[in-house]
């Protein structure tokens, strides 16, 4: 889920930033350090909105940089358990699918494409043996969030389904609407 955040913090602006106005330094300084962060509470921070408030510079001895007290909302990505998502294959493997989903990537574990028999093709395809139906890179996809765990970067991971009605490869529902008319 995306949410808008109303971050408080001291922003450090760097030198080279320093010289241009202030307002535009600062703004440099919050994409490069809070884009692209994760908050284990708060989610990955997307992108900056706007800056509402900075305060008057200090500068702490030994450092060239200014640090300004700043308010200023950002944007964050933070999917919750059992939320539906929409997104796209990006890799099919053996044991399963990844899908780009926002900014992240999460995992639907072969268990978890689909109600049938599934196997796996080197041509980099995953096919339910009943069904018929197949999932391949590129394919939009909807999918429920079953499992989030955003504590770092490094191991983040975002398990998903689409066993449950109404979630699936979007060339699913287009073949099943075609078998009604």
Not at 2 to 18: A, D, E, F, G, I
Not at 73 to 99: K, R, W
Not at 158 to 176: C, D, H, I, N, P
């Amino acid at each position: 889920m995306y949410t808008k955040l109303k971050v408080k913090s001291r922003v450090r602006v760097n030198p080279r930033l320093l010289g241009s106005n202030i307002k535009k330094s600062v703004k440099e300084s919050i994409r490069e350090d809070f884009e692209g962060m994760l908050d284990p509470e708060k989610g990955l921070f997307v992108a900056l909105i706007d800056v509402k408030d900075i305060g008057d510079g200090v500068i702490i001895p030994g450092d060239g940089a200014v640090y300004y007290d700043t308010t200023f909302n950002i944007i964050a990505y933070n999917p919750l358990v059992q939320e539906v998502v929409e997104g796209t294959i990006t890799e099919i493997a053996e044991f399963g699918a990844f899908a780009r989903v926002g900014p992240i990537e999460g995992l639907i574990h072969k268990s978890q494409v689909m109600d049938d028999y599934i196997s796996y093709s080197n041509t980099g395809t995953l096919t339910g043996k009943e069904t018929n139906q197949v999932l391949k890179v590129n394919d939009k996809i909807r999918a429920r969030v079953i499992a989030a765990n955003l504590k770092n970067l490094q191991t983040a991971k975002v398990g998903l389904t689409m066993r449950q009605e109404g979630l699936g490869a979007e060339s699913w529902f287009k073949k099943k609407k075609g078998k009604k008319k």
